[in-house]
């Protein structure tokens, strides 16, 4: 089969597509031929030799896709050959198969083509436990969500989840045009952090009583103000590294606020804490997708064989929602 290898670390140059031996299923994963993948910013940091996939995992990048059920392996009950689904992954979607534990499936929703499904698992599954979830965010009807990089993947998705649950929604965007977008989505302030500090606009927008909960990619660069923008009970949720790994946490305001500071991540989690997220995502969300309440943004659909230009792109963040490669049909 043909697979998207890294043929050493570096920039999206070093990405080829090859033949490579396709994968079996083994007792409790099922085979699906890959319809289409998504690139993720974890695939950027992959290819650079900065984020091995865990033990026993893919070697191939993409951490979800969609496509048809070729092959079940023992012992998987509840799906059969030629459904049609999406996954999520601990690497191997740039290829034309994928082995997936059962666990990790879900039923491709009604109404959204098999291609435009491949955007969904990644940032539903992230959203869904990180901004909803009993041990994160927990964002309730009537509370304050600031998303940053909004225009992302993730924050498209987080937009329109915490709207359709009854949330006002901040976001921070670097572009006029990606601002428009997210208020169109449902974003009830946008603010470009290259023409405003977006803690002093969030606190301002609020009377000083800040947001309940922040969902932040960039990390050390932001965590004094996000700090100083969660309001009293605030839950700070950390799913990027992207403005730097160690910053310095005002420990006296997190105590006078009571605030939380919860760090996400799916790839690496045990597979039944994956397959219960995934299995909640698939019962929550869903409906909202199948409804039309809620949709996969997607930027633009690519082929496997444009692989480097697909990291070019996302690497330059000129794009909204997310970039799909088509690998079948």
């Given at each position: 089969?043909?697979?998207?290898?890294?043929?050493?670390?570096?920039?999206?140059?070093?990405?080829?597509?090859?033949?490579?031996?396709?994968?079996?299923?083994?007792?409790?994963?099922?085979l699906v031929?890959?319809?289409?993948?998504?690139?993720?910013?974890?695939?950027?940091?992959?290819?650079?030799?900065?984020?091995?996939?865990?033990?026993?995992?893919?070697?191939?990048?993409?951490?979800?896709?969609?496509?048809?059920?070729?092959?079940?392996?023992?012992?998987?009950?509840?799906?059969?050959?030629?459904?049609?689904?999406?996954?999520?992954?601990?690497?191997?979607?740039?290829?034309?198969?994928?082995?997936?534990?059962?666990?990790?499936?879900?039923?491709?929703?009604?109404?959204?083509?098999?291609?435009?499904?491949?955007?969904?698992?990644?940032?539903?599954?992230?959203?869904?436990?990180?901004?909803?979830?009993?041990?994160?965010?927990?964002?309730?009807?009537?509370?304050?969500?600031?998303?940053?990089?909004?225009?992302?993947?993730?924050?498209?998705?987080?937009?329109?989840?915490?709207?359709?649950?009854?949330a006002t929604?901040?976001?921070?965007?670097?572009?006029?045009?990606?601002?428009?977008?997210?208020?169109?989505?449902?974003?009830?302030?946008?603010?470009?952090?290259?023409?405003?500090?977006?803690?002093?606009?969030?606190?301002?927008?609020?009377?000083?009583?800040?947001?309940?909960?922040?969902?932040?990619?960039?990390?050390?660069?932001?965590?004094?103000?996000?700090?100083?923008?969660?309001?009293?009970?605030?839950?700070?949720?950390?799913?990027?590294?992207?403005?730097?790994?160690?910053?310095?946490?005002?420990?006296g305001t997190?105590?006078?606020?009571?605030?939380?500071?919860?760090?996400?991540?799916?790839?690496?989690?045990?597979?039944?804490?994956?397959?219960?997220?995934?299995?909640?995502?698939?019962?929550?969300?869903?409906?909202?997708?199948?409804?039309?309440?809620?949709?996969?943004?997607?930027?633009?659909?690519?082929?496997?064989?444009?692989?480097?230009?697909?990291?070019?792109?996302?690497?330059?963040?000129?794009?909204?929602?997310?970039?799909?490669?088509?690998?079948?049909?």
């Amino acid at each position: 089969m043909r697979a998207v290898v890294i043929t050493e670390p570096g920039g999206p140059e070093v990405l080829r597509v090859q033949e490579v031996p396709a994968p079996e299923p083994a007792p409790g994963e099922v085979l699906v031929t890959v319809a289409a993948t998504a690139v993720n910013r974890a695939d950027l940091l992959q290819r650079q030799g900065n984020y091995p996939p865990p033990q026993g995992a893919s070697p191939y990048l993409g951490l979800e896709c969609s496509g048809t059920i070729a092959a079940v392996g023992a012992a998987v009950t509840g799906w059969r050959v030629g459904d049609a689904v999406c996954a999520l992954l601990a690497g191997g979607g740039y290829a034309e198969q994928v082995a997936v534990p059962a666990g990790q499936l879900m039923r491709a929703p009604q109404g959204v083509s098999l291609v435009d499904a491949a955007a969904l698992p990644e940032v539903a599954c992230t959203v869904w436990s990180m901004v909803f979830g009993a041990q994160a965010g927990r964002l309730q009807p009537g509370e304050r969500l600031l998303v940053h990089g909004g225009s992302s993947g993730i924050g498209t998705m987080a937009i329109q989840l915490a709207r359709a649950r009854g949330a006002t929604v901040f976001v921070t965007v670097g572009t006029p045009r990606k601002a428009a977008f997210c208020r169109e989505l449902g974003a009830e302030v946008a603010i470009n952090y290259r023409d405003e500090v977006f803690d002093e606009r969030v606190l301002a927008e609020t009377h000083n009583a800040g947001v309940d909960v922040v969902l932040d990619n960039m990390g050390a660069v932001y965590l004094p103000r996000n700090v100083r923008s969660l309001a009293v009970g605030g839950r700070l949720i950390v799913l990027g590294l992207q403005g730097g790994r160690k910053g310095e946490l005002d420990l006296g305001t997190t105590l006078a606020k009571r605030l939380t500071v919860h760090a996400a991540g799916l790839r690496a989690r045990p597979l039944p804490q994956k397959a219960a997220i995934v299995a909640e995502t698939q019962l929550q969300v869903w409906p909202l997708i199948e409804s039309g309440t809620v949709r996969p943004v997607v930027d633009r659909v690519l082929t496997l064989d444009d692989a480097v230009e697909a990291h070019r792109l996302v690497e330059s963040s000129e794009h909204i929602g997310k970039v799909l490669m088509r690998v079948a049909g």
